[in-house]
């Protein structure tokens, strides 16, 4: 009983922390976008080249990605969660503390 408690311990952490990955890729995205429409703006006045608009846009492409693969981690480190703790379909729509309260 005690192994399977420090399980389930362990699997909430790590999914607790993909949640808050989450949330920094999401923080970040919004930062990529304002950069990459700034750079629009920039090269349509002619302050920057096209090189440099395209490298903005690689980062904000970049960011999109990383958010992808954080959502997908969420989701395994919940489905994993899931299992250790034998919740059915029905009960899925749970929500977890943050890690400060």
């Known amino acids: 009983v005690?192994?399977?408690?420090?399980?389930?311990?362990?699997?909430y952490r790590r999914a607790q922390a993909a949640e808050q990955a989450l949330r920094m890729m999401q923080t970040t995205l919004q930062s990529d976008r304002a950069a990459y429409d700034m750079a629009k703006r920039l090269r349509e006045a002619g302050?920057?080249?096209?090189?440099?608009?395209?490298?903005?846009?690689a980062v904000l492409q970049q960011t999109k990605q990383a958010l992808s693969q954080a959502e997908l981690q969420l989701a395994e480190r919940r489905e994993a969660l899931n299992r250790l703790m034998g919740l059915t379909t029905g009960e899925l729509?749970?929500?977890?503390?943050s890690p400060e309260g």
């Open 2 to 11: 005690l192994d399977t408690l420090l399980e389930i311990n362990v699997a």
């Open 47 to 57: 302050n920057i080249t096209k090189l440099e608009l395209k490298g903005r846009n």
């Open 93 to 97: 729509n749970w929500t977890m503390a």
